[in-house]
């Protein structure tokens, strides 16, 4: 099958690259290098350094014809999508309709589309929350990830073009970068092996930090690769229902350096404390059993063995 990869050179997308071409597919990779790396390029695809944006782009898909394309260039951050509202539109909804206007001129079958399950919901009512739920954006970042929802639903609709909706939790393991406000895990890794000191983000009511759902990247690439034939039209949850304090997890974190590290100070391992930045969210933890059932997909990975995981990545990489 011909998978056409956007954002490929990115955390996520590069690791379902991977996959991919791991499971014999051929792969194209469109990403503009923004946050992604030319290193985490595979040397089996080809590659565009392009903006989703680009007027040349339906040059790209006309040529490449794609059986599928799997969608993950984004402007990923919330904070500044609340600092550049406009920014974040541009790029998650014009890229998108650029990428289905183009699409839907070259026949594309299936589109598979990464949302936000940690974001979308906002603060449910129903918590944990499954897909039934009605979401309740809390920043331009989640609504443009909803908008972007509601228009696959309307290009199926109206033109004939599948969708397979994954709605990741917090996602993390080897290549996520540290230098962004997301990606709390390969920030606090990335200090703790510089002997500098964390900041923990919470609510006043909250000291031990935010609610989250942490899923590992390897887990992500499985769902990736059974949403090719399966789930048409359909939204899943993708995450591990367990919900983990950001307390919790630096304290995993900080454990698992000073296991192979030895030398880490004593003093780091209570983190500075900052209250929560415009667009958090105090809780998400996310219902897995419809991604259970229609994808036959479910999470393997514990915290500690992801963490580990995503360690011996870092150790080897900074
Ligand atoms: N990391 C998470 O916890 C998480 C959670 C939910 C959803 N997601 C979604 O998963 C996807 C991948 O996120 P990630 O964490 O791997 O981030 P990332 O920043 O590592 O990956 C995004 C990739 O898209 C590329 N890109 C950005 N803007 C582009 C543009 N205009 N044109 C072409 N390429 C562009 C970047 O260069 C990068 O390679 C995003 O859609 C994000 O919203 C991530």
Not at 88 to 101: H, S, Y
Not at 250 to 271: E, Y
Request: negative net charge.
């Amino acid at each position: 099958m011909k998978i056409l990869v956007t954002g490929g050179a990115g955390f996520i997308a590069s690791n379902v690259v991977d996959g991919y071409v791991e499971a014999g597919h051929d792969v194209v990779v469109i990403d503009n290098l923004s946050t992604g790396k030319k290193e985490n390029l595979n040397k089996s695809a080809t590659f565009y350094e392009m903006d989703i944006r680009s007027p040349e782009l339906p040059k790209i898909i006309n040529t490449e014809k794609p059986d599928i394309i799997n969608h993950h260039a984004a402007q990923i951050s919330v904070p500044a999508s609340v600092e550049d509202p406009g920014l974040d539109a541009d790029v998650n909804i014009k890229g998108l309709i650029n990428l289905l206007e183009a699409s839907r001129k070259s026949g594309l079958k299936k589109i598979i589309f990464i949302s936000s399950g940690g974001a979308i919901y906002g603060e449910a009512d129903n918590y944990p929350t499954d897909e039934t739920y009605p979401p309740n954006p809390l920043s331009p970042y989640a609504i443009t990830k909803l908008a972007s929802e509601h228009y696959l639903y309307y290009y199926h609709h109206q033109w004939g073009i599948d969708y397979t909706i994954l709605r990741y939790s917090n996602i993390y393991g080897p290549r996520q970068i540290p230098n962004g406000e997301a990606g709390v895990v390969s920030i606090f890794m990335n200090l703790l092996m510089h002997n500098k000191e964390c900041t923990l983000y919470h609510f006043p009511e909250r000291p031990s930090g935010m609610i989250r759902d942490y899923c590992f990247v390897g887990d992500i690439v499985e769902a990736n690769l059974l949403a090719l034939d399966h789930g048409e039209n359909e939204k899943y949850n993708i995450a591990t229902g367990v919900e983990t304090a950001t307390l919790n997890l630096f304290n995993v974190i900080f454990d698992s350096i000073k296991t192979i590290k030895g030398d880490l100070d004593d003093g780091l391992s209570n983190p500075r404390r900052a209250i929560a930045r415009p667009g958090d969210i105090t809780r998400s933890c996310l219902i897995v059993e419809k991604a259970r059932t229609g994808l036959g997909w479910q999470p393997t990975t514990s915290l500690d063995n992801g963490i580990k995981a995503t360690l011996e990545w870092y150790t080897k990489h900074q």
